[in-house]
DNA sequence: TCAAGAAACATGAATTTTCATATATTTGTT
DNA sequence: AACAAATATATGAAAATTCATGTTTCTTGA
């Protein structure tokens, strides 16, 4: 009966669609994170092993957009993971603006343990999670991202290009 | 033809549902982010008045968990805002270590107009997004958010406390 | 071919965040 | 009542992040 709650009036936030996206991706990703940090790295440090492990060899602002860093974050996170040996960096011959990002061998045996880990860690997720099944939900993460990223206008009126925060 | 995926084999990370959660919960708030923005305040602001607005006159560690904001940074945060005239704290006559924390009117006006802006951006996100109706997909992360706090089990086999990051 | 512009990264200063721990207050026990 | 433990918040130093901008290298087209 005493919650932090107000009144009679139902409350905003837990009703709100992206305070619900926000808490499902904190409280789904809380227990892999505490795992990732056993290994001794941190969301981000993880977020770029993963993503190598797909696009291996890939430049800076490639692997900023497809791991969610901002590119100046990216840099620092890169250059600090080349000092520990997890990745090198390699100017890109073709094109000397270009930083080519690479897996280590170390690198590449922690992200492919790590990378194990994590599908049996989502199929454990996704099978005790039984109210929807595994496809529906993330077809409809999918269904949502594409919808949010094809750039629909909205009341708010905001330039699309500025949207990035 | 030429992404900058690897080879023939299927890449993980667009598949994986942390991802999918935390591009899902990006996307969707990049812009009302940027709206928040322009009102001066940065995400975590945005949502301590949010909060606020359900349960004004709250301690710090509720709204810290209300927030999803862990305690220390929340204390700054609100310290803040105090000085700005968004909040005001009072400690607690009955409890003298907690400290309660108040919308000014300021604070409320600010709040309640970013309340009424994310009410119609969610709408617009929900009618606008077809593919599922928007009660589901709100069910559908309910359903999971619950699931995951019931601290089931797994191969992980971390200390429930530990995961918190 | 040259200059203007664009693209890709890097950098630095200001600000935030994190993490461990300090301080203050209350609760529970004997 | 007194002390240990628990709870609530604050604090400080180290580290990470942000934001604007610098530097280098390519591209384009006159």
Redesign the pocket.
């Known amino acids: 009966m005493s919650n932090i709650l107000e009144d009679g009036k139902d409350p905003f936030v837990p009703n709100y669609l992206l305070y619900l996206l926000a808490a499902a991706s904190e409280a789904a990703s809380a227990r892999f994170h505490g795992h990732v940090r056993t290994r001794g790295l ?1 969301a ?1 440090e993880w977020r770029v092993l993963a993503c190598l492990t797909d696009t291996d060899g890939s ?4 692997l900023a957009r497809y791991a969610m860093i ?4 990216l ?6 993971m080349d000092a520990r040996g997890l990745v090198k ?1 390699r100017s ?1 011959p ?7 990002v690479f897996l280590t061998a170390k690198g590449r045996s922690l992200a492919e343990e790590l990378v194990a880990d994590a599908k049996r860690h989502e199929l454990d997720l996704l099978t005790s999670f039984k109210s929807r099944n595994g496809a529906e939900i993330k077809d409809t993460l999918r269904a949502l991202i594409q919808h949010l990223e094809s750039d629909h206008p909205d009341h708010l009126g905001q330039n699309a290009e500025k949207a990035n ?1």
């Open positions: 941190r981000p430049m800076v602002t490639e901002e590119q100046s974050r840099t620092k996170i890169i250059i600090q960096r890109d073709k094109d000397g603006r270009r930083v080519r925060s």
